[in-house]
């Protein structure tokens, strides 16, 4: 296995959901920004859509979100879920250093309904997948420089106080938070189901004029056309 595969492998091992943080941070803020910049401009996207849109807030600005999230579950819950659920969490994310807010921009699949009609219904699946590498990215990224994480989820709840206070689009779409900052001790203790049970590899016979791809199929050679799905 080459050094780069390993490193690679090593920070997904490392990337685990760590809930006790404390309201520091292990890197200064301009390399948390540094790296989350670096997941923005390499992460794929269909058709290079580039839909993901990330905002990042930290530390006075990271209380005034989960202030804000403190006082929409307090509005929208009974007093037994908000004192048993909301209110001990909410206080856990808000005593961390930031947080990282994951945004669908609608835009630029919009823009190409009236030349793949066809393939409409897929768009929303694809930009959240698209959502989904960039947090798998960011979240390994911070976990490598000593930073502890776990993703949330609150909306619809906060979204549109969340808008207005930081002034974002209210078209595009808050998928996740990504809480982050300095570990007070090592994540919980996780099982794994058997690879072999969710892993299938079939492996064909080489014909000539065929060639083979890393997912052991063969697949004809050609040049991507200017219609292909570019990643």
């Known amino acids: 296995m080459s050094a780069i595969a390993s490193s690679f492998i090593e920070g997904l091992k490392g990337r685990r959901s760590i809930y006790a943080l404390t309201n520091e941070s292990t890197v200064p803020n301009e390399r948390i920004e540094g790296l989350i910049s670096e997941v923005l401009q390499h992460t794929p996207s269909a058709f290079n859509t580039q839909t993901t849109r990330i905002v990042v807030l930290l530390k006075e600005q990271h209380e005034k979100l989960w202030d804000i999230a403190y006082e929409t579950a307090f509005a929208a819950s009974t007093p037994e879920m908000f004192e048993k659920l909301y209110k001990p969490r909410i206080a856990m994310f808000r005593a961390a250093y930031g947080t990282v807010l994951f945004y669908e921009d609608p835009a630029p699949f919009e823009a190409l309904k009236t030349k793949w009609p066809m393939l409409v219904e897929k768009f929303p699946e694809w930009s959240l997948q698209t959502s ?93 056309s200017d219609h292909e799905n570019i990643v």
């Open 132 to 224: 989904g590498m960039h947090q798998l990215g960011v979240w390994t990224l911070l976990e490598t420089e000593g930073l502890g994480a776990s993703l949330q989820h609150y909306s619809p709840l906060i979204d549109d106080r969340v808008s207005h206070e930081w002034d974002i689009p209210a078209a595009w779409s808050l998928q996740a938070q990504l809480v982050f900052g300095k570990p007070i001790g090592p994540p919980r203790e996780k099982t794994f189901e058997p690879v072999e049970k969710r892993l299938f590899v079939h492996v064909l016979h080489e014909l000539p004029g065929l060639d083979r791809t890393p997912a052991g199929l063969f697949l004809e050679v050609h040049e991507p």
